[in-house]
T-cell receptor, first 114, second 110 residues
Framework: DVKVTQSSRYLVKRTGEKVFLECVQD?????MFWYRQDPGLGLRLIYF???????EKGDIPEGYSVSREKKERFSLILESASTNQTSMYLC?????????????FGSGTQLSVL | GQNIDQPTEMTATEGAIVQINCTYQ??????LFWYQQHAGEAPTFLSY????GLEEKGRFSSFLSRSKGYSYLLLKELQMKDSASYLC???????????FGKGTRLSVIA
């Protein structure tokens, strides 16, 4: 089974801190994604990557950046955390398109910015 | 772009059958996923339909009509653990990531 591992389940940070959320997948998937989810809202796409060293903005990239130096690892960076970035962050990966586009999710990181 | 329309909330009784409908519009079509998401957890894959018709998998079945832009998820013999959000996710044929709506929040009551 594919495993997508997010480094922390719960994280508390202070306003202005630089925050790194790490995600690693173990099945050689091409595609990786970062979503955030807030109560009452659907998943919103922050950034995604279809290949190593490649990244593309999703629907809400402001205040975030990403890094994909290796195929298995996709990091989300909050350059200067703000309280409105308190949210559940979900990393996902997929092999390719069609059925291979099935997303496998990590268990999520609940980030609180105080 | 994509439009996805599902009921926001549904309630059903333990042991019953419930059908969650989804209508969608996409620019091109390359199949449709259903995901289940329990509160505070990540979504998990339930089914993928690319051809018209019904696909059955245990207590869960998913139906697709491409010409009507319509799908449904059928849950039989409902259990309390089926209380969750159910997300209908169409796949467009462009090179764009999956778009998730708010889904349908199902509450199973005794």
């Amino acid at each position: 089974d594919v495993k997508v591992t997010q480094s922390s389940r719960y994280l508390v940070k202070r306003t202005g801190e630089k925050v790194f959320l790490e995600c690693v997948q173990d099945m050689d998937h091409e595609n990786m994604f970062w979503y955030r989810q807030d109560p009452g809202l659907g998943l919103r796409l922050i950034y995604f990557s279809y290949d190593v060293k490649m990244k593309e903005k999703g629907d809400i990239p402001e205040g975030y950046s990403v890094s994909r130096e290796k195929k298995e690892r996709f990091s989300l960076i909050l350059e200067s955390a703000s309280t409105n970035q308190t949210s559940m962050y979900l990393c996902a990966s997929s092999l390719n398109r069609g059925l291979d586009e099935k997303l496998f999710f990590g268990s999520g990181t609940q980030l609180s910015v105080l | 772009g994509q439009n996805i329309d599902q009921p926001t909330e549904m309630t059903a009784t333990e042991g019953a059958i419930v059908q969650i409908n989804c209508t969608y519009q996409t620019s091109g079509f390359n199949g449709l996923f259903w995901y289940q998401q329990h509160a505070g957890e990540a979504p998990t894959f339930l089914s993928y339909n690319v051809l018209d018709g019904l696909e059955e998998k245990g207590r869960f079945s998913s139906f697709l009509s491409r010409s009507k832009g319509y799908s449904y998820l059928l849950l039989k013999e409902l259990q309390m653990k089926d209380s969750a959000s159910y997300l209908c996710v169409p796949v467009d044929s462009g090179n764009t990531p999956l778009v998730f709506g708010k889904g349908t929040r199902l509450s199973v009551i005794a």
